[in-house]
Every structure is written in structure tokens, then in C-alpha cells.
């Protein structure tokens, strides 16, 4: 299995979310559904590469192509208290989003992760107050079908 997105890394898209809703309480632009709202050139070369977008009343979406090479692999959809909906990541930058991250509460619930980039999610994850594992699944011959879960019982490792 891949590894986790390395902690400065996560730090930096936090810091940049704060800065993001910073920016939109300033400026209270209108709510538009569907709009997008900004669109920024952070490395100045011309070409588009972070977008930040109003999907309805009460949920936003900024999306990020963090290696400049025009696709978005980063998107994360936020709700009206600046609280985490879902994330998405394109862990090994082809192109195609195989990480995903949901929330409840802002409080990270499950994770689907597409291990081999083969484009179809393989490992399943729930997690119990954010950090707990509390249940295993994946396809481990890739067919799409669960074949191996894994329940925890909180303070046991069995
Ligand atoms: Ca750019
Ligand atoms: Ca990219
Ligand atoms: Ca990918
Ligand atoms: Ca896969």
C-alpha cells in the first residue's frame, strides 16, 4: 500500500485552506450555484493551475493542479463552517484521482484508496472519531468485488 500524504505536505494545503477562507469572508462575493468564483496562477506561468468553485448554498470546492502540468490532482469540498465534505487526491500524478477522503462533521470517516492506479478503488477504510481503524475491506485480485474485511474493536488490535 502507498504511503499517506507526508504531514508538511498536508500542513501546507491546511494553511492554505485557512488563507482561502480568509479571503472569501473578506470579500463576501454572492453564492452563486455552479460559479467559479476564482481562479489563481500560483506559479505564474499563464496557465490556470488552482480553482475555487460554489457547488451549492452551502458547499464549496477548491480544486488544485499542485504539479503544474494542467490536470487538477488535488480537490477538496468544504461546507458553509469551513468544515472538510471530501478530498481527493492524484497520489502518483497520472492524471486520474485515486485517493478519497470523507468527512462527517469535518471528522474524517472513510477512506477509498486505488492502490495499483488501475482507475477502480481496492481498499476500503472507516474510521471511528477520525483516527481508529474500524473496518477493513479490499479487492485484492482487482475484480471490483470485496474479498477480504477486517472488523477492529476499539482498544484491541485483534
Ligand atoms: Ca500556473
Ligand atoms: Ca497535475
Ligand atoms: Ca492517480
Ligand atoms: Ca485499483
Do not use: H
Not at 462575493?29 to 500560483?42: F, K, N, Q, V
Not at 485484492?140 to 474479498?147: A, V
Request: contains cysteine; negative net charge.
Amino acid at each position: 500500500m502507498k504511503q499517506f500524504v507526508p504531514r508538511a505536505d498536508r500542513r501546507r494545503m491546511g494553511l492554505y485552506f485557512a488563507a482561502i477562507c480568509t479571503w472569501l469572508a473578506l470579500t463576501g462575493i454572492s453564492r452563486l450555484p455552479g460559479a467559479t468564483i476564482r481562479e489563481i496562477d500560483e506559479n505564474s506561468d499563464g496557465v490556470t493551475d488552482q480553482w475555487i468553485e460554489i457547488i451549492d448554498s452551502t458547499t464549496t470546492r477548491i480544486t488544485k493542479d499542485r504539479d503544474f502540468d494542467g490536470r487538477p490532482d488535488y480537490s477538496m469540498v468544504y461546507d458553509e463552517r469551513a468544515r472538510k465534505i471530501s478530498e481527493s487526491l492524484d497520489f502518483n500524478f497520472d492524471g486520474q484521482m485515486d485517493d478519497f477522503y470523507y468527512y462527517v462533521g469535518g471528522v474524517l470517516k472513510r477512506r477509498e484508496i486505488d492502490t495499483d492506479f488501475d482507475g477502480r478503488v481496492d481498499l476500503w477504510v472507516s474510521l471511528f472519531e477520525g483516527v481508529y481503524l474500524s473496518r477493513v475491506e479490499r479487492d485484492l485480485d482487482g475484480d471490483g468485488e470485496i474479498d477480504f474485511v477486517k472488523e477492529y474493536i476499539l482498544g484491541s488490535d485483534e
